[in-house]
């Protein structure tokens, strides 16, 4: 299957509140993928090819570079949610989830997931973006930025990337919203002054190369919506609400969004948050051998933005969806009280330190 692609270059062009047939149709259109599959392509004449190819060389050199030197923008104490996160220290959510466990013994073999048998074997690099609360309950999830000495142009190239990525997520919230018949506002208010995360994973793949290599085990998303630029090797799977498991291709200069926890706790599992898992493939390996007689970097770099919800904003069903059936499942709770939970179990807090 093929995922659609949603141009927003009309919805930007748009001015006020009346939009039009076509528009209020393309804002349904955007509720519904995200409610069927968890999963959209969207192009913003905002972000463009050359802007994540700016981000992916810079994140490629710096990958690159000595593990000890890496070490030196760790953060355990933040829980890892600024600077770097070594390899073999993310857990993916289904190695430690015994729903997620019981469930895979439901699933037919060709949908089946890698099953991870221990942490991921990627890096992460968190880097805030956006203007942080004076006062929040939540300091260590809204922490100050960590910059690695010699890249004099780190902040410019990270706050760029993150900002546009932003971006193009604050139209799909207005566009989804629209279109679950919810006020235009009614998830982008929530969002400001979020730990929203630009957070890059670098792949060692001089190291890593074996088919079925897990860089990032079957898990979904805390947050509210992630987006990805596309990557330089394939390797991504998501499954669709109806179980079907997808290579995803992401065309170039397009972006990826992919449903998180807390869209799901907001619209009451009319959306729910989107499985996937990174893997290396035969076309990785493909893209490897290419890369190789090409003299290119074998890291490979997810550029991926986690959007958030703001830390002391309540998470629960919002408008009508809190009349829905299955709305005692999603209880009001403070976003970031719900992030600190999830990071609990996914090795971030209160052991050796996101996924």
């Known amino acids: 299957m093929e995922l659609p692609v949603v ?12 939009l039009g047939s076509n528009l209020l149709e393309s804002c349904r259109e955007v509720s519904r993928i995200l409610k069927e599959t968890g ?6 004449p905002r972000c463009t090819a050359q802007d994540n190819d700016r981000f992916i060389d810079m994140m490629e050199t710096y990958f690159q570079k000595p593990d000890d030197f890496k070490r030196l923008q760790q953060r355990p104490n933040l829980h890892y949610q600024v600077g770097a996160t070594p390899e073999g220290v993310e857990v993916p959510r289904s190695l430690v ?10 699933m037919p073999d060709e949908y089946k997931p890698h099953i991870p048998k221990g942490p991921d074997h990627k890096w992460r ?9 004076s006062n929040t309950r939540f ?4 922490s100050e930025p960590v910059i690695p000495e010699g890249f004099p142009e780190w902040k410019e190239v990270m706050d760029s990337w993150g900002y546009k990525m932003i971006s193009a997520v604050e139209v799909v919230a207005e566009m989804a919203a629209i279109g679950f018949g919810l006020p235009k506002d009614a998830f982008t208010s929530l969002m400001k002054q979020g730990p929203h995360l630009l957070a890059p994973t670098g792949s060692d793949l001089n190291c890593y190369n074996e088919e079925g290599t897990i860089f ?3 898990h979904y998303d805390l947050n509210f919506l992630t987006i990805h630029g ?25 972006l990826l969004i992919q449903t998180g926890k807390q869209i799901e706790w907001l619209t009451a599992g009319e959306c729910i948050a989107g499985m996937h898992e990174v893997v290396v493939t035969s076309k990785t390996k493909d893209a490897i051998k290419l890369a190789k007689e090409q003299n290119r970097s074998l890291w490979r770099v ?54």
Not at 39 to 44: G, P, Q, R, S
Not at 125 to 133: D, K, S, T
Not at 139 to 142: G, M
Not at 339 to 353: A, D, R, T, Y
């Open 302 to 355: 997810s550029s991926t933005l986690f959007a958030h919800i703001a830390s002391d904003s309540e998470l629960k069903p919002l408008g009508h969806f809190a009349e829905s059936t299955l709305a005692s499942n999603y209880p009001a709770i403070p976003a970031g009280e719900y992030v600190e939970q999830e990071l609990s179990v996914i090795n971030l807090k209160g052991k050796k330190g996101f996924s």
């Open 39 to 44: 999963a959209l392509l969207v192009k913003d």
């Open 139 to 142: 300091k260590e999830l809204n």
């Open 216 to 218: 990032a085990g079957y």
């Open 7 to 18: 141009d927003l270059s009309r919805y930007l062009e748009s001015s006020g509140d009346q």
């Open 230 to 254: 596309r990557s330089r090797f394939p390797g991504l799977y998501i499954w669709l609400r109806n179980g079907e498991k997808v290579a995803v291709k992401v065309p170039v200069g397009c």
């Open 97 to 106: 989830d015994e729903e997620m466990q019981e469930k895979f013994k439901t």
């Open 125 to 133: 690099y968190m880097w805030r973006v956006g203007p942080r609360p």
